[in-house]
């Protein structure tokens, strides 16, 4: 089955089931003493902390990635007669399509 390190643990939280992993991370001096102090100052684990911080900032950057999609949607809508091959062709610069 699994060791120790790779049991999920269940917290039951607002009548909610989730699954975590233990894991094992390394910081260093400045990091760890903004979370001890974040934990001390909000009443929270240093766990806890670390885990809401990479969740909002990996939900941040996914959401830079969608805006930024969703910004360039459009972009090209005042081109007509766009020819895409011409484009491609120039934006290569090269011929070794041309040799096969």
């Known amino acids: 089955m699994y060791n120790i390190h790779h ?4 917290l039951l939280i607002a009548k909610e089931v989730i699954l975590m992993r233990r ?3 390394y910081l260093d001096e400045e990091i760890y003493d903004i979370v001890k102090k974040e934990s ?3 009443g929270k684990s240093a766990s806890q902390i670390i885990r809401e911080n990479l969740k909002d900032s990996i ?4 959401q830079k990635i969608i805006n ?11 081109k007509t007669n766009f020819e895409v091959n011409s ?5 290569r ?7 096969l």
């Not at 049991?7 to 269940?10: A, M």
């Open 87 to 91: 484009f491609i062709r120039k934006l």
């Open 23 to 25: 894991t094992q991370i």
């Open 7 to 10: 049991i999920r643990y269940i």
């Open 93 to 99: 610069k090269g011929n070794r399509i041309d040799n």
């Open 68 to 78: 930024a999609i969703d910004n360039s949607k459009g972009a090209w809508k005042d």
């Open 40 to 42: 001390k100052l909000l």
């Open 59 to 62: 939900l941040n950057r996914q």
